[in-house]
Every structure is written in structure tokens, then in C-alpha cells.
T-cell receptor
Framework: DQQVKQNSPSLSVQEGRISILNCDYT??????FLWYKKYPAEGPTFLIS?????DKNEDGRFTVFLNKSAKHLSLHIVPSQPGDSAVYFC?????????????FGPGTSLSVIP | DAMVIQNPRYQVTQFGKPVTLSCSQT?????MYWYQQKSSQAPKLLFH???????NEADTPDNFQSRRPNTSFCFLDIRSPGLGDAAMYLC????????????????FGPGTRLTVT
């Protein structure tokens, strides 16, 4: 049962334009939602998160929007740069006593075309 | 730089032949995780260590075991690899306090790609 879904395996955007990556989830009990970015031959790196009690979090060019009623979140990158080309994983987190259980989506490969 | 290191980066093993993947960290984090990622799929948590306490995910096959001899090192042992175990194996670490609402960022290694022949 896939609790975190990213329905677009890939996305191409022109440099300078907005990139919008979408994510849907099924479990309303998640505490946080996160985005990780992965370059080839490297491990995923944390990008930005949002608490389940918020609807927006912004960090520089990256903004995450959360729509709890729709169980949907999105990552906006403005303006997109060629260095943003990577696989982006949406993830949902439940805080446990001794660890954070993170459930990842399958990823969306973003290509930013110069 | 503080980091998470995984060795080897590529590992080929034969069907049924035990294999060990290793992970080390210089971050001094108390939690270490092992994830399995098959092609074009989401990374899936296999188990984690909170300090010395081992915690298995309910759906992790018995074929997968782990050891954490000290804070810095963690090993993934696959006792009898099958063709279905071919995947990328990711190690991650985080510092989890006993309290606090903030997200505890997980730091990932580059992964070990396992091939089973």
C-alpha cells in the first residue's frame, strides 16, 4: 500500500521558470512532510519540511504548500536553475519515541533546461 | 566534513551467498537506518538502531540482519541473497532527542548497489 505517491515520474522545465512537483498521501496521521533531493551517485539530501499544522513553508527559492483536506502537497522552485536538476522525493514522517519513521514516495526526476 | 560513508559502492554477490554491506558515520548521531530502494521505487525502511537498540520493521524479511558494534559503524547482513534482493541499499543517520517537536533531519550515504547473480 503506497502511502506517499508522486504520480509524475519526470518533469522538464525551462531555466528561470517555476517548477512544481506534486505529492499525494493517504494517511492523515503524519506529523511532517519533507522533500529530499538526490543527485546521481549521491544519497538523498534534505531540502525542506512542513509541519502538518502549517499550510506553507518557504526557504529561499523553495516553497512547500500543504493542503490537508486534499491530502496533497507541492514543492515550488522559483526560479528554476540547471543545478536543480535531480530526483526529488516527497516523504511523510511520523514521530516515534526513538526515531522518525519516514515514508518516501517514488520520486520525480526534474530536468531544468538551460 | 562530517559524513555518512558506505562501502563498497557496488557489490556483486551470488545467489545464496551471504553478503555484508557497511556504513560508517562521523556525525556522532544516535540513530542509524537502513533503507532498500529498488529501481524507480521509493526507499523503504528495513530497520534502525537507536543507540544499541535494534528495531525491525514488521515487513522486513528475516533474511536481513544488522549489527551496530559502536556508534560509528552499522552493518547490513543478507544471509541468503535472492534475485529479488538486488537493489540500492541506503544508510542514513539522525540525531533524535528524547523530546521536541522538530524534524530530525536524516543524513544519507551514497548507497551500495547490490547485484545478485
Amino acid at each position: 500500500d503506497q502511502q506517499v505517491k508522486q504520480n509524475s515520474p519526470s518533469l522538464s522545465v525551462q531555466e528561470g521558470r517555476i517548477s512544481i512537483l506534486n505529492c499525494d498521501y493517504t494517511n492523515s496521521m503524519f506529523d511532517y512532510f519533507l522533500w529530499y533531493k538526490k543527485y546521481p551517485a549521491e544519497g538523498p539530501t534534505f531540502l525542506i519540511s512542513i509541519s502538518s499544522i502549517k499550510d506553507k513553508n518557504e526557504d529561499g527559492r523553495f516553497t512547500v504548500f500543504l493542503n490537508k483536506s486534499a491530502k496533497h502537497l507541492s514543492l515550488h522552485i522559483v526560479p528554476s536553475q540547471p543545478g536543480d536538476s535531480a530526483v526529488y522525493f516527497c516523504a511523510a514522517l511520523r514521530k516515534k519515541t526513538s526515531y522518525d519513521k519516514v515514508i518516501f514516495g517514488p520520486g520525480t526526476s526534474l530536468s531544468v533546461i538551460p | 566534513d562530517a559524513m555518512v560513508i558506505q562501502n563498497p559502492r557496488y557489490q556483486v554477490t551470488q545467489f545464496g551467498k551471504p553478503v555484508t554491506l557497511s556504513c560508517s558515520q562521523t556525525l556522532n548521531h544516535n540513530v542509524m537506518y537502513w533503507y532498500q530502494q529498488k529501481s524507480s521505487q521509493a526507499p523503504k525502511l528495513l530497520f534502525h538502531y537507536y543507540d544499541k537498540d535494534f528495531n525491525n520493521e514488521a515487513d522486513t524479511p528475516d533474511n536481513f540482519q544488522s549489527r551496530r558494534p559502536n556508534t560509528s559503524f552499522c552493518f547490513l547482513d543478507i544471509r541468503s541473497p535472492g534475485l529479488g534482493d538486488a537493489a540500492m541499499y541506503l544508510c542514513a543517520t539522525s540525531r533524535v532527542p528524547a523530546w521536541g517537536p522538530r524534524v530530525n533531519e536524516q543524513y544519507f550515504g551514497p548507497g551500495t548497489r547490490l547485484t545478485v547473480t
